[in-house]
């Protein structure tokens, strides 16, 4: 039987306990749990790095023995004793997960991940074959920010949303050393191969305080591999899969972007996205597409009527109001009716392009299949989504 992942969006902050804690319990418990830290992703100070991550865990009640370092880092690293693998083929690098239950991928730059664990031709090294059957096995494989972009096969290795409006999608990392030294504002999406534990579609991170539901969905609809669904995860949260469903952990949000009947119409433009939000107390099923709410909001009047919410894209008070009292608690009038005939809200961004304008108008749908409810931020299944970015002269 499969093991669990825990997939954090980063930021681990208010929540890290609770994820630990869930990381180890899942590993085998305070007695039989025995987790490894991989910080390829982490770049300088590994041991410093390790022994903060050590102290976490046996604070939560692990003995110092029970937390061990793999000691495979970004190619210019070297550890106190002067050491680095480099390479997951490294002769009896593999032995280090001997006995292991859990495995934690720690925040960085995934692109060193991506070099250390898989070959020039894509296929796994030693050790992340032996990573493989320990998750096979029933095993924990957890990460954070960088941990968890490698966790789907196609991986998001860079990127954000002004750069979908200005540069095409690059494939591989080919050129990554160049485009670092640019310092382009306007990052291109770069897609590459991840270590692909995750069965079920694109993954992204920091999605509550990046701009990245444009290259989230970019990313779905470019792949080659037929990932038309993307699993963005918000700083201080974690999505807990486990044999086709997750559950979230934290003080934010899990986003699902549902790009399997949507169109791209330009850089920047899609139609016939549908989204879902999910946060503790709801559950997602990922082969069904189904979510299952905690609750849905209640029958009564709603109060908020602008057309427009700047800066109404995610996971602000003003986003979550709208939703839920314009769309949740729609009543007869209370929002506009957008061309399919359907009541919508709108939020618009403006966004600086190497010294040109770009607004994007994200239009939000009530389908008929749509609930949710309003917790601390807005939960909702089954919202349309639809896209508009263009060059403006203000």
């Known amino acids: 039987m499969s093991g669990t992942l825990l997939i ?3 930021g681990l902050t208010a929540s890290q306990d609770e994820v630990f804690s869930a990381l180890i319990e899942k590993a085998g418990g305070a007695e039989n749990a025995r987790i490894a830290f991989i ?5 300088e100070n590994p041991d410093e790095l390790f022994r ?3 102290s976490d865990l046996v604070r939560l009640g692990l003995r110092e023995e029970q937390v061990l370092l793999v000691p495979i880092y970004a190619p210019h690293v070297l550890d ?3 050491y680095n693998a480099v390479t997951g083929d490294a002769e009896g690098l593999p032995d280090c997960l001997e006995g292991v239950t859990g495995v934690w991928f720690t925040g960085g730059d995934q692109y060193f991940t991506h070099q250390c664990l898989l070959r020039r031709d894509g296929s796994d090294t030693a050790l992340l074959a032996r990573l493989r059957e320990l998750y096979e096995s029933g095993g924990v494989i957890g990460g954070s920010s960088a941990g968890a972009a490698i966790m789907s ?11 979908i409006l200005t540069h095409p999608v690059v494939w591989g990392y080919a050129d990554y050393d160049a485009q670092c030294e640019a310092d382009d504002p306007c990052e291109p999406l770069i897609l590459a191969r991840g270590l692909g534990f995750f069965p079920e579609g694109v993954v992204d991170q920091h999605f509550n305080k990046r701009p990245r539901m444009l290259r989230l969905i970019e990313a779905c609809l470019s792949n080659t591999e ?3 669904v993307g699993y963005a995860v918000s700083e201080d949260t974690a999505l807990v899969y486990h044999a086709g469903r997750f559950t979230v952990l934290g003080s934010a949000g899990v986003y699902v972007a549902d790009c399997r009947g949507a169109v791209r119409l330009g850089a920047g433009n899609y139609r016939g996205v549908v989204m879902h939000a999910l946060h503790r107390g709801d559950g997602f099923d990922c082969r069904s597409l189904r979510a299952s709410m905690a609750r849905e909001s209640p029958e009564r009047d709603c109060d908020f009527f602008p057309d427009y919410v700047s800066g109404g894209m995610l996971h602000s008070p003003l986003f979550d ?9 729609a009543k007869d009038g209370a929002a506009p009716i957008n061309g399919e005939g359907l009541p919508c809200v709108r939020g618009a961004e403006i966004s600086d392009l190497h010294g040109e304008t770009a607004i994007t108008v994200a239009e939000y749908v009530l389908r008929p299949e749509t609930r949710g409810y309003r917790g601390a931020h807005a939960s909702f299944t089954e919202l349309g989504l639809n896209i508009l970015s263009k060059k403006i002269e203000l």
Do not use: C, P
Request: net charge positive; charged share 30%.
């Open 226 to 228: 037929g990932f038309r």
């Open 39 to 43: 910080l390829t992703a982490s770049g």
């Open 80 to 82: 106190e004793r002067g």
């Open 8 to 10: 954090v969006g980063g």
């Open 52 to 54: 903060s991550y050590r």
């Open 321 to 329: 109001d709208m939703i839920e009292k314009r769309l949740l608690r």
């Open 153 to 163: 096969r196609v991986m998001i290795g860079s990127g954000n949303d002004r750069g």
